[in-house]
């Protein structure tokens, strides 16, 4: 008798963290930021209640029946997303913020690069955050190489 194949399975699992940044380009003038970000780019800044939703693929582990042990992700997503991001000034607290426009776009690739680091090769296949109910932004490592 053959084998049984192995299954592949998507898992996910949402946390909600709170921040709050302000949309500025260091690039840009103050006038070409207020022009681009609008009410954004409030000196001020304005927050969020985030919700960050990961997606991870993988073979189903045929001993355990998981694809990760969820005490394992829960861990994991506590070290790269809530500890460094949630009540926090995205600007002002997260160093990687200092050089880079705090946009949810941004903040999916700063959440991708965490995750990546803790979770085995392979299996993070998408990160997904929900600024509001409206904006959300995919990513899912991809990126561009310059010719």
């Known amino acids: 008798m053959a084998p049984p ?12 963290f709170s921040a709050c940044h302000r949309l500025h380009s260091k690039s840009l003038s103050d006038e070409e930021n207020q022009k681009l970000f609008g009410k954004c780019n409030n000196p001020n800044g304005h927050g969020h209640n985030y919700k960050g939703k990961e997606l991870l693929t993988h073979v189903i582990d045929p001993v355990s029946g998981m694809v990760i042990n969820l005490t ?3 861990e994991y997503m506590q070290e ?3 500890e460094p991001l949630d009540h926090k000034n995205l600007d002002k607290d997260v160093p990687y913020f200092a050089e880079v426009v705090s946009t949810t776009e941004n903040v999916a690739v700063f959440i991708w690069e965490n995750l990546k680091k803790l979770l085995p090769v392979g299996t993070l296949y998408k990160v997904k955050v929900y600024e509001t109910d409206q904006n959300i932004v995919v990513y899912k490592g991809e990126e561009t190489i310059s010719e």
């Open 5 to 16: 194949a192995a299954r592949l399975a998507r898992l996910s699992r949402t946390v909600s």
């Open 72 to 74: 394992d992700l829960k």
């Open 80 to 82: 790269a997303i809530m």
